[in-house]
Nanobody, 123 residues
Framework: QVQLVESGGGLVQAGGSLRLSCAAS????????MAWFRQAPGKEREFVAV????????SYADSVKGRFTISRDNAKNTVYLQMVSLKPEDTAVYYC????????????????WGQGTQVTVSS
């Protein structure tokens, strides 16, 4: 069992920055591939970014590439999402999740989820 707790969300103006954190329980955090997803009101949950357990390689959705950076600190059992140049369309609840199997971009490929943190970007 893994517990994930997100934090760092809030209200920011367009063009601003936020850093989200996801703290994970468990001693094997370094072996987890971790991802961020988001869900805007009335929309389906969508993939944002993933960081692989082996080598720490990353992948991003096209909509956030160049603006968001996913990273991890295995010593702190924490994964981060640094967001810059935020846009109103980035407004959503952001979730972190642990990868299980399948394609990285599908939510069904992840088996543990946090409760989410709200990010609101005003224009």
């Amino acid at each position: 069992q893994v517990q994930l707790v997100e934090s760092g969300g809030g209200l920011v103006q367009a063009g601003g920055s936020l850093r989200l954190s996801c703290a994970a329980s468990g001693r094997t955090f370094s072996s987890y591939t971790m991802a961020w997803f988001r869900q805007a009101p009335g929309k389906e949950r969508e993939f944002v970014a993933v960081i692989r357990w082996s080598g720490g390689s990353t992948s991003y959705a096209d909509s956030v590439k160049g603006r968001f950076t996913i990273s991890r600190d295995n010593a702190k059992n924490t994964v981060y999402l640094q967001m810059v140049s935020l846009k109103p369309e980035d407004t959503a609840v952001y979730y972190c999740a642990t990868y299980y199997s399948g394609s990285y971009v599908y939510g069904s490929s992840y088996n543990y989820w946090g409760q989410g943190t709200q990010v609101t970007v005003s224009s």
